[in-house]
């Protein structure tokens, strides 16, 4: 079963970013059209750290992350939570990483990161903690976030394997 684009399966309605900067909602970056456009962005408020709380209508087996950014503000160090109800920033340091990633401004031009698949296999929500920028500047800057998986209970180890041979 191939990867697509598991944009249909996030309930927008449960979406929950802290330290958002209001005129610049998560939405911007998870919405189709939205995430296309990067005048529309995400960003932080009070400083760099923002966290996302993602549910999604269905189980999904994510397999990549795409977190699009500029150079000087994007991302740097995002931590992955699985199916916690509602992580907040106390929370993070006491809760086990599914995965943690560093991205390079390679990656935050658009190219998809691919995860664990035997941590990211039945995810009913997933919390991402973008913890520090590229520059340490006072705010992140986040244009684009997507997801590449299957939905559903499939459990495949063959395509595991292959996966983690691809790593």
């Given at each position: 079963?191939?990867?697509k684009?598991?944009?249909?399966?996030?309930?927008?309605?449960s979406?929950?970013?802290?330290?958002?900067?209001p005129?610049?909602?998560?939405?911007?970056?998870?919405?189709q059209?939205?995430r296309?456009?990067?005048?529309?962005?995400?960003?932080?408020?009070?400083?760099?750290?923002?966290?996302?709380?993602?549910?999604?209508?269905?189980?999904?087996?994510?397999?990549?992350?795409t977190v699009?950014?500029?150079?000087?503000?994007?991302?740097?160090?995002v931590?992955?939570y699985?199916?916690?109800?509602s992580?907040?920033?106390?929370?993070?340091?006491?809760v086990?990483?599914?995965q943690?990633l560093?991205?390079?401004?390679?990656?935050l031009?658009?190219?998809p990161?691919?995860?664990?698949?035997?941590?990211f296999?039945?995810?009913?929500?997933?919390?991402?903690?973008?913890?520090?920028?590229?520059?340490?500047?006072?705010?992140?800057?986040?244009?684009?976030?997507?997801?590449?998986?299957?939905?559903?209970?499939?459990?495949?180890?063959?395509e595991?394997?292959k996966?983690?041979?691809?790593?």
């Amino acid at each position: 079963m191939s990867a697509k684009d598991l944009l249909e399966f996030i309930d927008f309605s449960s979406l929950e970013c802290l330290n958002e900067n209001p005129a610049h909602p998560a939405s911007h970056v998870l919405k189709q059209g939205y995430r296309e456009d990067d005048g529309l962005y995400l960003e932080s408020d009070t400083d760099e750290q923002l966290l996302l709380n993602i549910h999604f209508n269905q189980k999904v087996r994510i397999q990549s992350i795409t977190v699009k950014g500029p150079e000087d503000n994007g991302p740097k160090v995002v931590k992955l939570y699985t199916n916690r109800m509602s992580l907040g920033f106390s929370d993070a340091d006491s809760v086990p990483v599914a995965q943690q990633l560093e991205l390079t401004t390679k990656e935050l031009s658009g190219e998809p990161v691919t995860l664990k698949l035997t941590k990211f296999n039945s995810v009913n929500i997933l919390s991402i903690l973008i913890d520090s920028n590229q520059s340490d500047a006072d705010t992140t800057k986040v244009f684009k976030i997507a997801f590449a998986g299957t939905a559903g209970d499939v459990f495949n180890v063959a395509e595991i394997k292959k996966q983690e041979e691809k790593s």
